[in-house]
C-alpha cells in the first residue's frame, strides 16, 4: 500500500509540473505518462480520468497553501511579518506558473475551478480578515477602514493577476506583479510603524520557514 501511495504522489507531482507549466488543457495523459516513466494505463489504475488527476493536484497545492498559511500566523513575529512570510511562499508558486492555468481550470475542469474559488472567497478571506485584525491590535494598521471590504479587494486584486487582458500586457510577469500589489495593499493599511516594519521586510526579506523569525 505504501509503494502504491508513494506512485500515486509520483504521478500527481509530476502532472502538476507540467500544469504549473503549461497549463492544463495542453498536457495529455500521454505527456504525463512520459513525465512519469510509465504508461497511461498505470496512470488509469490511480485516476479515472484527466479531471480526477487535475482535481487531485490543484487541491494538494490549495492544502499545502492552507497549512502554511496556518503556520505562517503561528511563527510570525506580527501581522507585517505574517504577510511577508505568506507573500513569500506564494511568490515561489507564482515564478513557476502559467497564468494560463487558471483559465484552463474555469473553462475545462469547472468542478476543480470552483474549489479554487470556494478557497480563495474562504479561507484566504479569513486569513486577510484575521491578518488585518492582528495588525490594528498591534498598531501596525489604521484602525479608520472597513474591515470586510478591504479584505474582499484583496481577494478581488488575486483575480486580477489571471485576466489574460492584464497578465499579457506584463513585461516582468506574475511574479513581480503579485509582489507590487502586496506592497500596495499593504502600505495603504499602515500606520507610520508599520510602514517602517514594510520598508524592514522589503530590505531583508524573512525566510519561509520555522527559523523566520530569526
Excluded: W
Amino acid at each position: 500500500m505504501e509503494d502504491e501511495n508513494e506512485h500515486k504522489i509520483h504521478i500527481r507531482n509530476q502532472a502538476l509540473q507540467l500544469f504549473m507549466q503549461y497549463g492544463a488543457r495542453s498536457v495529455s495523459m500521454d505527456d504525463i505518462a512520459s513525465a512519469v516513466g510509465s504508461s497511461k494505463k498505470t496512470i488509469y489504475q490511480y485516476y479515472t480520468d484527466k479531471d480526477h488527476l487535475v482535481g487531485d493536484a490543484i487541491e494538494q497545492i490549495l492544502a499545502d497553501n492552507g497549512t502554511q498559511c496556518r503556520t505562517f500566523h503561528q511563527i510570525s513575529d506580527n501581522a507585517v511579518h505574517e504577510g511577508f512570510l505568506a507573500i513569500g511562499q506564494t511568490s515561489e508558486l507564482f515564478r513557476n506558473m502559467n497564468p494560463v492555468l487558471i483559465n484552463d481550470l474555469k473553462k475545462y475542469h469547472p468542478r476543480v475551478y470552483k474549489k479554487f474559488v470556494d478557497y480563495k472567497n474562504e479561507f484566504i478571506y479569513e486569513i486577510i480578515v484575521e491578518n488585518i485584525r492582528r495588525g490594528i491590535g498591534e498598531g501596525l494598521y489604521r484602525d479608520d477602514f472597513n474591515i470586510d471590504i478591504i479584505a474582499q479587494f484583496r481577494v478581488g486584486s488575486i483575480d486580477i493577476l489571471f485576466m489574460p487582458e492584464f497578465y499579457g500586457r506584463l513585461k516582468e510577469g506574475l511574479f513581480h506583479a503579485q509582489l507590487e500589489i502586496f506592497y500596495f495593499f499593504l502600505h495603504g493599511m499602515a500606520t507610520p510603524k508599520g510602514q517602517k516594519l514594510i520598508e524592514k521586510y522589503k530590505k531583508h526579506k524573512p525566510k519561509n520557514s520555522s527559523d523566520a523569525k530569526d
